[in-house]
């Protein structure tokens, strides 16, 4: 359940003939501090020498104003960038996927404004944060799938004389599918190739099967209704 206060969907106009002025100036306003909100932390989490973002950077802002309004105002900062080009297909099919009315000089003030390439990386650090508000039912299963994938990361750093915990971390090991075998010494070889393309762009959660199924999940999620399940 999203604890975080309504979004209002529609445009001024709408909400005027729909006596709802003050619930679309409520939303509205929440819009732009979130807008202004995004824009302080991506000043504030990136790393120049890696000209990247930290990981952490989307974090405090989908949990003050929750996941729902942070996809509304980034998918309205995507549709009023002057140079949409310079963001990929994938982002703006993303944000396409959320209806922002028309209001004329009023989406402007919600929309964040930063290089394009710094907010393509906002967007994919909030799609990839697992919140009660965007996962819903699923919520618990995700938050266990993000524990057992860094519990599984933590234990490949026991020492080899720690055999327990160090086979429990080898059973989230990403394995792929048989790439060659040998009978003699019995060597099997594998490739996950196939099952890392997919999630290129999501770090870490490539390297166990609970994270790339994490990953998948998360992909869905963010489609919203592209899929049926």
């Not at 100036?25 to 990136?46: K, P, T, Y």
Request: aromatic residues 12%.
């Amino acid at each position: 359940m999203d604890d975080h206060p309504y979004v209002y969907p529609y445009s001024r106009s709408e909400a005027r003939y729909r006596g709802e002025e003050q619930k679309h100036e409520d939303s509205f306003r929440l819009n732009v501090e979130c807008a202004r909100a995004i824009e302080q932390a991506i000043r504030e989490h990136f790393n120049e020498a890696a000209e990247k973002l930290a990981d952490d950077c989307a974090q405090p802002v989908l949990e003050q104003y929750g996941f729902t309004r942070v996809k509304f105002v980034l998918a309205n900062s995507v549709n009023e960038m002057g140079m949409p080009h310079l963001l990929s297909g994938d982002v703006r099919s993303w944000a396409a996927q959320t209806f922002v009315p028309p209001d004329g000089k009023y989406n402007r003030y919600f929309a964040a404004d930063t290089a394009a390439a710094l907010l393509e990386e906002f967007i994919r650090q909030a799609n990839a944060v697992v919140t009660p508000d965007r996962w819903l039912d699923g919520w618990r299963y995700a938050a266990g799938l993000y524990a057992a994938h860094y519990a599984a990361l933590y234990l490949r750093t026991y020492a080899d004389g720690s055999a327990s915990p160090a086979q429990a971390a080898a059973t989230g090991a990403l394995v792929g599918v048989v790439k060659s075998a040998a009978l003699g010494d019995s060597s099997v070889s594998y490739d996950a190739d196939a099952l890392t393309k997919a999630t290129a762009d999501w770090g870490d959660l490539n390297a166990t099967q609970y994270g790339q199924l994490l990953a998948a999940k998360a992909r869905l999620v963010g489609m919203g209704g592209t899929y049926a399940i």
